[in-house]
Antibody, heavy 120, light 111 residues
Framework: QVQLQESGPGLVKPSQTLSLTCTVS??????????WSWIRQHPVKGLEWIGY???????YYNPSLRSRVTISFDMSKNQFSLRLISVTVADTAVYYC????????????WGQGTLVTVSS | QSVLTQPPSASGTPGQRVTISCSGS????????VYWYQQLPEAAPKLLIY???QRPSGVPDRFSGYKSGTSASLAISGLRSEDEADYYC????????????FGGGTKLAVL
């Protein structure tokens, strides 16, 4: 059974770069047909999709975040990563990684989530 | 504010049937499949319904999804205390280059 686990700093200063890693276990990230996504949840509930990286390495980002986001693979470690530059307090959220199966939006499973706070 | 509109709260008593609505537009629900996610307290969201009305294995048949035009709904019958959670609808939105949209979420209370 595939499991995902997020890791990374819980505190980032404004204007700096947020970097998170999602480690995939129980299956290969190189398996065809999956969209490896990042999703965040702001303190007052709202879920926001950030983007995905497809097994081929192609990426697609939410237009609202496109200028600041990069998602990449580290195949040797069975991981994919999120990089968000020039963060502000509005980027404070719980960040989830998730696997999209069959379609981008079929998120299953999800990681447990990691809280990232942007503060000086 | 979410483009997919859900009521912020809903409630019911054990055994009752409750429905949660999700209203969108022609660029999202009207032209694409709807997914529903359940988020239990202190947990990550979990897929509940896919492609409008399909249940993943392990999801009880008490949960049902419906879609008509630019709206969708989630029905929970035989309400149980463990159904108390936040519920989110989601759909692809075709505007500009496209993106995944989530509803604002509905907090379900089992009284």
């Amino acid at each position: 059974q595939v499991q995902l686990q997020e890791s990374g700093p819980g505190l980032v200063k404004p204007s700096q770069t947020l970097s998170l890693t999602c480690t995939v276990s129980g299956g290969s990230i190189n398996s065809g047909g999956y969209y490896w996504s990042w999703i965040r949840q702001h303190p007052v509930k709202g879920l926001e999709w950030i983007g995905y990286i497809y097994h081929s390495g192609s990426t697609y980002y939410n237009p609202s975040l496109r200028s600041r986001v990069t998602i990449s693979f580290d195949m040797s470690k069975n991981q994919f990563s999120l990089r968000l530059i020039s963060v502000t307090v509005a980027d404070t959220a719980v960040y989830y990684c998730a696997r999209g199966s069959t379609t981008v939006i079929w998120f299953d499973p999800w990681g447990q989530g990691t809280l990232v706070t942007v503060s000086s | 504010q979410s483009v997919l509109t859900q009521p912020p709260s809903a409630s019911g008593t054990p055994g009752q049937r409750v429905t949660i609505s999700c209203s969108g537009s022609s660029s999202n629900i009207g032209n694409n499949d709807v997914y529903w996610y359940q988020q239990l307290p202190e947990a990550a969201p979990k897929l509940l319904i896919y492609k409008n009305n399909q249940r993943p294995s392990g999801v009880p048949d008490r949960f049902s999804g419906y879609k008509s035009g630019t709206s969708a709904s989630l029905a929970i019958s035989g309400l149980r205390s463990e159904d108390e959670a936040d519920y989110y609808c989601a759909a692809w939105d075709d505007i500009l280059t496209g993106r995944v949209l989530f509803g604002g979420g509905t907090k379900l209370a089992v009284l």
